[in-house]
C-alpha cells in the first residue's frame, strides 16, 4: 500500500510548465479544382542541413528496402525492367521515392510504358516543381509540371504521399513535426 506523505508536492502551475497546441484543419478540395504544391526546397535544405534528420530518413528507407523487394520469378523480371534515371534498380528507384516522400510529404514518378502498355520504367521526378491538381470531390485529375506546363494523367504518375491525413491530396513531411526544435536549434 502506497503512504502518503504530505508537505511533499510541488505546483508546477507557476512554472511556465502549460503547453498549447495548435489546431491543425485539413486542406482538402474547394469549390472547384483544388491544386497543391509541395515545399521540396525548404524540406529538402532541413533534411540536408540537419544530420540528425537526414540519418533518421536514410535508416526508415534502409528499414524499408534494405533487403529488397520480395517478388515471383514473373514479377522480378518485371522489376528488372526499371532503371529509373539509367543506372538504377527497381530498389533503388523505390528507395528514393520513400525517402523523398518523407522528407516533403510527396514523391513522383513518371511512369514509363512500353508499345503493350506495360510499365517498363519509374522515372522520378523533381517534387518541386509537379502540382497536383484536383477536382472539387477531391480526386486527383492531373498532375502539372510547373515549368513546362506539361500535364499528366494521374495513371502516369507514381505518387507516393508519407502520412496522408483526412482529404488532402497530399502527404505530411516528415520534418514539419520537427521543425519548431530544428529552428530553435
Known amino acids: 500500500m502506497a503512504t502518503l506523505r504530505t508537505g511533499q508536492t510541488t505546483d508546477f502551475s507557476n512554472q511556465g510548465t502549460e503547453f ?3 489546431a491543425a484543419a485539413s486542406d482538402g478540395p474547394q469549390i472547384s479544382e483544388t491544386t497543391y504544391n509541395n515545399q521540396f526546397d ?3 535544405g532541413y533534411f540536408r542541413t540537419i544530420p540528425e534528420l537526414r540519418s533518421v530518413i536514410n535508416k526508415f528507407g534502409s528499414w524499408t528496402f534494405g533487403r529488397g523487394i520480395k517478388a515471383d520469378e514473373v514479377n522480378k523480371k518485371k522489376l528488372d525492367r526499371i532503371r529509373g534515371i539509367g543506372k538504377d534498380s527497381a530498389r533503388s528507384v523505390l528507395k528514393n521515392q520513400w525517402r523523398v516522400a518523407m522528407i516533403c510529404g510527396d514523391s513522383f514518378a ?4 512500353d508499345k503493350q502498355g506495360r510499365i517498363s520504367n519509374l522515372k522520378p521526378l523533381n517534387p518541386q ?3 497536383t491538381v484536383a477536382n472539387s ?3 486527383i485529375i492531373r498532375y502539372e509540371i510547373l515549368s513546362s506546363g506539361q500535364t ?3 495513371e502516369d504518375i507514381y505518387h507516393l504521399m508519407y502520412e496522408r491525413e483526412a482529404d488532402e491530396i497530399h502527404g505530411i513531411p516528415f520534418p514539419e513535426a520537427l521543425e519548431e526544435l530544428i529552428i530553435s536549434r
Open 152 to 154: 499528366y494523367a494521374p
Open 20 to 22: 498549447a497546441v495548435k
Open 110 to 113: 513518371h511512369i514509363i510504358r
Open 137 to 139: 470531390e477531391g480526386i
Open 129 to 131: 516543381r509537379i502540382t
Open 42 to 44: 525548404k524540406w529538402n
